[in-house]
């Protein structure tokens, strides 16, 4: 759609833009308009339900507690996001390609709100003897499928928001922003609800507010509703003041019968696009592996280091603290690398971290240094006493700041490599090279998980596919260092 606004430089000549890749792109000058700050808004307040949900204390708690032993959860959890995956590798690409034809992206997107909230809610009631596991298992699928269709949605309205030569400033943003609320409310959480009768630090208030139970996990199960309060309300500016693309007068079921015909001209039209068609390939592959880092990483960390609620809290706003880093990095790195270069670095450094924290456990550093009680502790404090601890912590923090850059670098080459009138539809197949394989990760992670009754093996795969992930990046061309 030629209406499209924003188009970033070069844009245009990808061809031609190869061969400049020594020349730096000067930052923008315009400030964010009202509608570019509610887009970020709208994406920072989007993105709390992963990290308190499906990461960091929902998501253990379901493995530990619900299912009550961390190698059946975290199999469990692999179903869960094996069967979201495929779902949405089915949905996404039909709704970027459908609603190009249609034009308006907020009813949809209000529609989707309307299903996420009350389901977040609900969460409340996921306890032992509550609601069954099987059902919880159905919320988180539905949960997963309506937030990656609603990212088509919000993607594709990143070139409206932004003014030309803006869109890696408000993708950098977005992810900023997020993380920043995750620790927030991670923070909040870990204060109101779980320290409450575990320090008596004077800051802290002696029970847990509300009169929250943390024997009945009331901590872990608040999250839910928390996440779908934040969710709401961020959602309000985002529909007051970011515009819309215009509608076409196409009503939504002429829109899905185009949106076939759109999807597999698109399809065709990667003939023509060969760059665009290489890197969705690979970054189908890499992308599935940074996407199992997150939905796992949260039981794995609680699994091998045996961490409970309140080590799950300080390691989730510890790690959304330096995904903040990541979220402003990736801009920097963008312009001075180029986004293909450095989403290279960010998918490299990703896969080294990995490596050496699968060599960690509790009485292990770094595959060959045994460590057992008789070393005794680094401080009296909490939590993270051990020396294993922290440097398990040490990574993790490294690696949260290579993801969150890569997610934003990744969203930024493909504006630049995208032809400006089927950016939606692109977004649609952006969406579909995140979550294509999604599946098939999943499942390998949770046949491993099985096969070897072991976590640790369980990650192998997730290694596997970001090291083809990056191999693919090297044949992509374009993407680099841009001159205005």
């Known amino acids: 759609m030629s209406e499209l606004a924003g188009t970033p430089p070069g844009l245009s000549d990808v061809a031609g833009a190869e061969g400049r890749e020594d ?11 009202k509608g570019a700050l509610s887009w970020i808004l709208h994406q ?22 619900l299912i009550g032993d961390p190698v059946k959860g975290q199999a469990t959890v692999a179903d869960i ?54 059902l919880i298992g159905v919320f988180l699928i539905i949960l997963g499928v309506v937030y990656n269709c609603g990212d088509v949605l919000q993607n594709s309205l990143l070139s409206r928001a932004a003014e030309k030569g803006q869109e890696p400033v408000l993708s950098g943003l977005g992810y900023a922003v997020a993380n920043g609320l995750s620790v927030a409310l991670l923070i909040f959480v870990m204060w109101a609800f779980v320290l409450p009768g575990q320090v008596s630090w004077s800051f802290v208030p002696a029970a847990p507010l509300f ?38 007068g196409v009503s939504f079921v002429a829109s899905l019968k185009e949106g076939f015909k759109l999807i597999l001209d698109t399809f065709g039209n990667l003939k023509g696009h060969a760059d665009v068609a290489k890197f969705l390939g690979a970054r189908m592959l890499y992308c599935d ?10 039981l794995f960390a609680a699994g091998l280091m045996k961490w409970g609620e309140l080590e799950m809290l300080a390691y989730g706003i510890s790690l959304s603290i330096f995904g903040v880093l990541g979220g402003l990095l990736a801009p920097w790195l963008d312009r001075v690398l180029g986004p293909r270069r450095a989403i290279q670095l960010e998918v490299g450094a990703c896969i080294l971290i990995l490596v050496a924290m699968l060599g960690m456990t509790r009485e292990q550093i770094l595959y060959v240094w045994p460590w057992d009680a008789s070393h005794g502790v680094l401080w009296n404090g909490p939590m993270f006493r ?48 995140g979550t294509a394989t999604m599946w098939v990760g999943s499942l390998l992670v949770a046949l491993a998980t099985k096969l070897f009754a072991s976590q640790v093996a369980g990650f192998i795969p997730i290694a596997g596919l970001l090291a083809l992930g990056l191999l693919g990046l090297f044949t992509v061309k374009g993407g680099g260092r841009e001159a205005i």
């Open 289 to 298: 592996g940074m996407t199992a880092l997150l939905i796992f990483g949260g």
């Open 44 to 65: 920072g307040t989007r993105d709390p339900y992963v990290i308190l949900v499906t990461i960091y204390v929902f998501a253990p708690y379901f493995s530990r507690v």
């Open 211 to 248: 009169g929250l139970s943390q024997t009945a996990h009331e901590p872990s199960r608040i999250v839910g509703p928390l996440a779908g309060a934040v969710m709401l309300l961020g959602a309000i500016p985002f529909f007051l003041w970011t515009r819309d693309a215009p509608p076409t």
């Open 386 to 433: 051990t020396l294993p601890e922290v440097i398990y912590l040490c990574l993790g923090l490294l690696i949260a700041v290579f993801v969150t850059a890569q997610y934003a670098s990744s969203r930024t080459l493909l504006v630049r490599l995208a032809p400006p009138d089927r950016m939606a539809a692109f977004f649609g197949l952006f969406s579909l090279s």
């Open 23 to 33: 020349v730096l792109t000067p930052p923008p000058t315009g400030k964010l308009s």
């Open 81 to 134: 996001s094996t069967t979201y995956g495929l779902l949405t590798a089915l949905l996404a690409p039909i709704l970027g390609a459908s609603i190009e034809r249609y034009g308006r992206r907020k009813p949809l997107m209000a529609f989707g709100l309307a299903i996420m909230v009350p389901l977040l809610f609900a969460l409340w009631w996921a306890t032992p003897g509550g609601l069954p596991v099987g």
